[in-house]
């Protein structure tokens, strides 16, 4: 048992289970025209399978397009979408098993740029992707940041940080990067790098729990990072480390962490005990108190079956979480409001993971 534990969670797999009330379906219409207001969903389709999709829900119509990138692009977008982040008026798209971003025009969907991540012939696999002053900067597993100018959209320099790193978060002028040492099963890497804008260069490394994997941080400055620990005797714990001392100040050692969004004032956190028979629990955190407020948000009995994604939009409150429906069916996102009531869900591609909310220059 513990043999299947150890090889399914080196994927960022979960299931939970949530309602059963019947809603209306959002209607599917691929010649939608974007209001400038709604969300992208990165469907990240099977590992070596080219079937990673991008979704498009738009708010004011209600209607969504479940293979937005390649109605508008005339191809397909690639293999194992991993990160999607919206910056600038573009959307920055990790495709880790392609060995590339896209970045593409938010308002339309349309490609800009295609930046290969090989060292000479062999793939980087990139990972996830945050900003500062108008830089991106992409972590790979070949153990790498990228520097990456975001008018002309070419990589600057690599900069070498820890053993396969797999999030990535800014602060107070810096870069901080998680270092998982995934591929390194079961020798997982257990430290956060930190790097400085001004230098480019990593000048500190934190010392987290095993596996460290999202990482987040908060409108004080404070980065929030999940370590996965080894899926056997080192459980899964969110962190805080302080952006100005840049030590580790906090564990929440009262619950399991798999993964988390930071809303304005509370963190959506989700866990699976395995163990326990399925056990599944979306937490509510206050960032002010750094209590839990409530051991499960969705509070009128809306069901989840296998959750794969969560976002927060600051803007309105409401919480977004990808249900990949099994793993191997279309997919459903389904929106919240902050008091955990479902407002509205509709159908995505394979495996929905990451999402990013679009209000028509997202005010960046």
Known sequence: MKSFLKLFFLLPVIALFISCEKEPEAPD?????LSGKGIYVLNEGLFSMNNSTLTWYDFESGQDVTDWFEIQNDRKLGDTGNDLKIYGGKVYVVMSGSSQVE???AANGKSLMQIPFFDGEVPRQPRSVAFLHNKAFVCSFDGTVAVIDTTSLQVEKYITVGR???GITTANNKIYVANSGGLDFPNYDNTVSVIS?????????????????TLETDENGLVYVISRGNYDDEGMYLH???SQSDELIHTFTEFQAMNFTLGESHAYVYHIDWMSGGVTSILVVDLETRGVVSENFISDGTEIESIYGIYADKTTGNVFIADAKGFVSTGRVYCFDSDGKKKYSFPTGLNPGSMGVYYTQNGE
């Open 29 to 33: 219409n691929n010649d939608i025209n």
């Open 103 to 105: 970045v593409l025009n």
């Open 164 to 166: 396969n790193p797999d």
């Open 197 to 213: 804008f001004d230098s480019m260069e990593e000048i500190k490394t934190i010392t987290v729990g095993s596996n460290p994997y």
């Open 240 to 242: 805080i480390i302080d």
